[in-house]
């Protein structure tokens, strides 16, 4: 059973549109949410992190959006480029030693 | 370079021979991690380790052991591989819970 829950699988998408990746989670105790970004042939690399103190962190073209009482979480990526045509997982972490949960990934395309 | 090295790449192997996969980092990390990525499943966490001599189960560790007898490495042993662990494999390592450093992948074919 997954803890956290990612949607959509696949998700296409014009340049400079804004693709938007969902998260949602089960367990309270979780505290980290990161967002890792996953190119063909490579591991995933961190991207963006948020802890629930905050409802809204910014990097760059990068946006994740918090909701504590929803228990949700979401990745916008503003202006899309080709370039970022990838995988994206989103995860979440407690206390547990260095537990990370992933969702089940999302295949990005973005279109020229 | 700061990395996480795997080895091998890419191996094909048959039903119940014994194989490891290793893992090494050049970070100085206490915390190393194995997972494992299949289509639609996203990464799921087989073992991890705290320190040296330190290990746990993560989400998905039967039909897997590993060991870490020094702070660099964590080798995944499959003592038996069976056909549902075709796999793609990755190593991650860490100082704490946050930014997870991962290697490259092994995939895996067993058949």
């Known amino acids: 059973q997954q803890q956290v829950k990612q949607s959509p699988q696949s998700l296409i998408v014009q340049k400079g549109g804004i693709p938007i990746i969902n998260c949602a989670y089960e367990?309270?105790?979780?505290?980290?949410f990161p967002w890792y970004q996953q190119f063909p042939g490579k591991g995933p690399a961190l991207l963006i992190a948020?802890?629930?103190?905050?409802s809204e962190k910014k990097e760059g073209r990068f946006t994740i959006s918090f909701n504590k009482s929803a228990k949700q979480f979401s990745l916008h990526i503003m202006d899309s480029q080709p370039g970022d045509s990838a995988t994206y997982f989103c995860?979440?972490?407690?206390?547990?030693?260095?537990?990370?949960?992933f969702g089940g990934g999302t295949r990005l395309m973005v279109k020229p | 370079e700061a990395q996480v090295t795997q080895n091998p790449r890419y191996l094909i192997t048959v039903t119940g021979k014994k194989l490891t996969v290793t893992c090494s980092q050049n970070?100085?990390?206490?915390?190393m991690s194995w997972y494992r990525q299949d289509p639609g499943l996203g990464l799921r966490q087989i073992y991890y380790?705290?320190?040296?001599?330190?290990?746990d189960k993560g989400d998905v560790p039967e039909g897997y052991k590993v060991s870490r007898k020094e702070k660099r490495n964590f080798p995944l042993i499959l003592e038996s591989p069976s056909p549902n662990q075709t796999s793609l494999y990755f190593c991650?390592?860490?100082?704490?819970?946050?930014?997870?450093?991962f290697g490259p992948g092994t995939r895996l074919l067993v058949l």
């Open positions: 367990n309270t105790a979780f505290d980290y």
């Open positions: 380790s705290m320190n040296v001599e330190v290990t």
């Open positions: 995860a979440a972490g407690g206390n547990a030693g260095n537990m990370l949960t």
């Open positions: 948020i802890r629930p103190d905050v």
């Open positions: 991650a390592s860490s100082r704490g819970k946050e930014t997870q450093y």
């Open positions: 970070m100085n990390h206490e915390y």
